[in-house]
């Protein structure tokens, strides 16, 4: 019998809790607006203090990642086999895959802060949420070669993005206003 490093590993309290939790977070995201409105409603606008409210913001927004950290963290229960879906594609042939689209996304992004355009088509893939999402889980992979902690990440970000976030501005690279001035 092979000897498991982790005790209990792919643990979860019930069948496809780790596919309902990602689901939720999809649902989250998706109703972002009535959420947050929601949020704002029963807890937020109670909190006086506007520093403190922000960071409440981010610790409630993350309520599902801390979920999903622990139990991956003790069990292993959000790795790609315990999701599945390492069962339908080879290992080494999902990292080639992932290491790749988060390659083209790391040199697509780092010539957009160099100044150089992208096409047309391009702009219009790239603000789909889900394209979003693929591009920020492959290029984290890419950086780590984790890829729970690389969906992590990406998690982490639209989570904070849309359920803590007042607004979303547009930040231009190029732009000095932004630029400290000291």
């Given at each position: 019998m092979e000897k498991?490093?982790?005790?209990?590993?792919?643990y979860v309290p019930f069948p496809y809790f780790q596919h309902i939790l990602l689901l939720l977070v999809v649902i989250l995201i998706l109703?972002?607006?009535?959420?947050?409105?929601?949020?704002?409603?029963?807890i937020y606008n109670y909190i006086p203090n506007i520093i403190v409210k922000k960071y409440i913001k981010i610790i409630v927004a993350l309520i599902p990642l801390y979920i999903m950290l622990y139990y991956d963290i003790k069990y292993s229960s959000f790795s790609m086999k315990n999701l599945?879906?390492?069962?339908?594609?080879?290992?080494?042939?999902?990292?080639?895959?992932?290491?790749l689209v988060g390659s083209y996304y790391i040199v697509q992004?780092?010539?957009?802060?160099?100044?150089?355009?992208?096409?047309?088509?391009?702009n219009i893939i790239n603000k789909e949420l889900i394209i979003q999402f693929i591009l920020f889980f492959t290029a984290a992979f890419?950086?780590?070669?984790?890829?729970?902690?690389?969906?992590?990440?990406?998690?982490?970000y639209f989570l904070v993005k849309?359920?803590?976030c007042?607004?979303?501005?547009?930040?231009?690279?190029?732009?000095?206003?932004?630029l400290n001035k000291d």
């Open positions: 498991q490093f982790i005790d209990n590993y792919g109703l972002r607006n009535k959420v947050y409105n929601f949020l704002n409603k029963y599945g879906i390492t069962t339908h594609i080879n290992n080494d042939t999902f990292n080639s895959i992932l290491r992004s780092t010539g957009l802060s160099l100044g150089v355009l992208i096409g047309d088509t391009q890419a950086y780590t070669n984790n890829r729970s902690e690389s969906m992590f990440a990406a998690i982490a849309y359920l803590a007042d607004k979303t501005i547009e930040i231009q690279p190029d732009n000095d206003d932004l």
